[in-house]
């Protein structure tokens, strides 16, 4: 045990509970600081009639030995209730032209997944076949993989590339490429960043009933049960250093929290951005790590149908039009939707359904430094051209569905930015380029001796990337031999 070592965590993200969690195990005394009133950040849901997830919405690779199935037991998040999705289509890809829809599966299991697509694209089943294998191979080495000398190569190689040279076939590379709102398509993406989401999702798709709030309350539960602290309703507004070295934290109310380590869940830039000239970073440092390109944000509207009035699918819609480049196109000019749906109680019906969209922050810039609630009524007017938009795609899937609709909440990338802080208000945080992995890539270690880095911006975005970068950042502190030690240990008990 650590003698009275303590931990400042700034953000009770999911990355900043897991690294609570973690480290509270090791008996570090934590204190987690959250400047909202909850905890959670982008897990958190909300009520607007009904309940709603912010951010969170399915997750892939949680069966039995899967990757995030490991994580999830390592984090003590095992026995919740994950809900399998459609083994034959748990994601839909759907195409509209002026006059056509054209709809294709993503199956579940790398065999699964190639079989249901080589019978609409008979001449592609060993391209199919050479996808899928790349994508499960990296898969198979996500731990061994942890360690940066061994990621770094993955990084560096074009997932728009690898996508090209394997399948010849350019509307079947679309339909693989059709659930492109779990990341920014673009051609700087690295392959590492494509395969792991894209193939966790392949090996096997999950919902959590309860969403969000599950894991945060399971989460904070854990941390308070083993001592940690979680302080939420006050913000750090500084990070205090000496000579180099990280001391503690200042907060809003002029408190100063002194501990050995502190851990930053929020985005690179806003961290260093309260380093005063104790932390003693050079210029050239500074530049970088404000200078980040961010991922583009989310339209989504929250929307309330009426009682027993639309089938509940056990699967998530996407709709492109036919002509959208989903690798190429300005996002803020695409009107792409994934649909995400809430069962009645009963599960036979819709109760509630998520629907998203693509939005570049920069057509919201006259409002990005107004408050929540109080952009006026051209903001809500911008939302609402958007709603409209989103709707016309979604009803050449399901026709009749706009008599559906009860109640419709509608948020921008300026919600995300008002509330998490999150620059641009990103959805997939910093843009990641394989061309420019050393700038693009963030370690968890800072050049102040103690501060951390953690969250999605560093090695991957989603609930998969941040549970291993939790990982990374803790094993700057406890040891990497550790941890994969730990790790290896609980598997070896289960398999026993």
Same mark, same amino acid.
């Given at each position: 045990?650590?003698?009275?070592?303590?931990?400042?965590?700034?953000?009770?993200?999911?990355?900043?509970?897991?690294?609570?969690?973690?480290?509270?195990?090791?008996?570090?005394?934590?204190?987690?600081?959250?400047?909202?009133?909850?905890?959670?950040?982008?897990?958190?849901?909300?009520?607007?009639?009904?309940?709603?997830?912010?951010?969170?919405?399915?997750?892939?690779?949680?069966?039995?030995?899967?990757?995030?199935?490991?994580?999830?037991?390592?984090?003590?998040?095992?026995?919740?209730?994950?809900?399998?999705?459609?083994?034959?289509?748990?994601?839909?890809?759907?195409?509209?032209?002026?006059?056509?829809?054209?709809?294709?599966?993503?199956?579940?299991?790398?065999?699964?997944?190639?079989?249901?697509?080589?019978?609409?694209?008979?001449?592609?089943?060993?391209?199919?076949?050479?996808?899928?294998?790349?994508?499960?191979?990296?898969?198979?080495?996500?731990?061994?993989?942890?360690?940066?000398?061994?990621?770094?190569?993955?990084?560096?190689?074009?997932?728009?590339?690898?996508?090209?040279?394997?399948?010849?076939?350019?509307?079947?590379?679309?339909?693989?490429?059709?659930?492109?709102?779990?990341?920014?398509?673009?051609?700087?993406?690295?392959?590492?960043?494509?395969?792991?989401?894209?193939?966790?999702?392949?090996?096997?798709?999950?919902?959590?009933?309860?969403?969000?709030?599950?894991?945060? $309350?399971?989460?904070?539960?854990?941390?308070? %049960?083993?001592? =940690? !602290?979680?302080?939420?309703?006050?913000? *750090?507004? &500084?990070?205090?250093?000496?000579?180099?070295?990280?001391?503690?934290?200042?907060?809003?109310?002029?408190?100063?929290?002194?501990?050995?380590?502190?851990?930053?869940?929020?985005?690179?830039?806003?961290?260093?951005?309260?380093?005063?000239?104790?932390?003693?970073?050079?210029?050239?440092?500074?530049?970088?790590?404000?200078?980040?390109?961010?991922?583009?944000?989310?339209?989504?509207?929250?929307?309330?149908?009426?009682?027993?009035?639309?089938?509940?699918?056990?699967?998530?819609?996407?709709?492109?039009?036919?002509?959208?480049?989903?690798?190429?196109?300005?996002?803020?000019?695409?009107? $792409?939707?994934?649909?995400?749906?809430?069962? %009645?109680?009963? =599960? !036979?019906?819709?109760?509630?359904?998520? *629907?998203? &969209?693509?939005?570049?922050?920069?057509?919201?810039?006259?409002?990005?430094?107004?408050?929540?609630?109080?952009?006026?009524?051209?903001?809500?007017?911008?939302?609402?051209?958007?709603?409209?938009?989103?709707?016309?795609?979604?009803?050449?899937?399901?026709?009749?569905?706009?008599?559906?609709?009860?109640?419709?909440?509608?948020?921008?990338?300026?919600?995300?930015?008002?509330?998490?802080?999150?620059?641009?208000?990103?959805?997939?945080?910093?843009?990641?380029?394989?061309?420019?992995?050393?700038?693009?890539?963030?370690?968890?270690?800072?050049?102040?001796?103690?501060?951390?880095?953690?969250?999605?911006?560093?090695?991957?975005?989603?609930?998969?990337?941040?549970?291993?970068?939790?990982?990374?950042?803790?094993?700057?502190?406890?040891?990497?031999?550790?941890?994969?030690?730990?790790?290896?240990?609980?598997?070896?008990?289960?398999?026993?």
């Amino acid at each position: 045990m650590p003698a009275g070592k303590s931990v400042i965590i700034i953000g009770s993200g999911l990355g900043g509970l897991q690294c609570g969690l973690i480290l509270c195990r090791h008996g570090y005394r934590v204190t987690i600081v959250e400047k909202h009133t909850r905890p959670g950040g982008c897990l958190q849901s909300f009520v607007r009639g009904a309940r709603f997830d912010c951010g969170f919405h399915y997750v892939g690779s949680m069966g039995e030995g899967e990757p995030l199935r490991i994580l999830m037991d390592y984090y003590g998040l095992e026995g919740l209730p994950w809900k399998r999705l459609d083994e034959d289509c748990f994601d839909e890809i759907c195409f509209v032209g002026e006059d056509s829809l054209r709809s294709y599966p993503h199956a579940m299991g790398f065999r699964n997944f190639v079989n249901r697509l080589s019978g609409i694209f008979p001449g592609s089943r060993e391209e199919l076949e050479n996808y899928v294998s790349v994508l499960e191979q990296i898969g198979d080495n996500t731990f061994s993989s942890l360690e940066y000398h061994k990621m770094n190569p993955l990084f560096q190689r074009s997932a728009l590339s690898f996508l090209e040279e394997t399948v010849s076939d350019p509307l079947l590379r679309k339909v693989l490429s059709g659930s492109s709102l779990r990341m920014e398509l673009s051609p700087e993406l690295p392959l590492y960043v494509y395969a792991q989401i894209a193939g966790s999702f392949i090996r096997s798709a999950w919902r959590l009933e309860g969403g969000g709030d599950t894991l945060v $309350s399971t989460l904070c539960s854990r941390i308070e %049960s083993l001592g =940690g !602290r979680i302080i939420t309703g006050k913000a *750090v507004i &500084s990070i205090e250093c000496e000579d180099g070295s990280v001391k503690g934290v200042k907060l809003d109310d002029d408190e100063i929290l002194s501990a050995d380590y502190v851990i930053s869940d929020i985005h690179p830039s806003l961290t260093i951005s309260m380093i005063g000239e104790g932390g003693k970073l050079r210029n050239v440092y500074r530049k970088r790590m404000t200078s980040f390109s961010n991922t583009y944000g989310v339209f989504t509207a929250n929307v309330r149908l009426k009682k027993d009035s639309f089938p509940y699918l056990n699967r998530n819609v996407y709709i492109h039009h036919e002509e959208d480049d989903l690798w190429r196109s300005d996002p803020s000019l695409r009107e $792409s939707v994934m649909v995400h749906f809430y069962p %009645s109680e009963d =599960g !036979r019906y819709a109760d509630r359904i998520d *629907v998203m &969209s693509p939005m570049d922050v920069k057509i919201l810039e006259r409002w990005r430094d107004l408050p929540s609630m109080k952009r006026g009524e051209e903001y809500e007017k911008a939302k609402t051209a958007k709603w409209e938009k989103c709707l016309s795609l979604l009803e050449r899937r399901f026709p009749g569905i706009r008599d559906c609709i009860g109640e419709v909440h509608t948020s921008s990338p300026l919600t995300w930015l008002y509330y998490t802080g999150t620059p641009d208000g990103s959805a997939y945080g910093v843009r990641k380029d394989f061309s420019h992995i050393l700038e693009t890539v963030i370690s968890p270690r800072t050049l102040v001796s103690g501060l951390l880095l953690t969250g999605q911006n560093l090695n991957l975005h989603g609930i998969l990337g941040v549970s291993l970068t939790s990982i990374l950042t803790c094993s700057e502190i406890l040891g990497f031999e550790t941890i994969s030690k730990e790790i290896s240990e609980m598997i070896n008990r289960k398999a026993r």
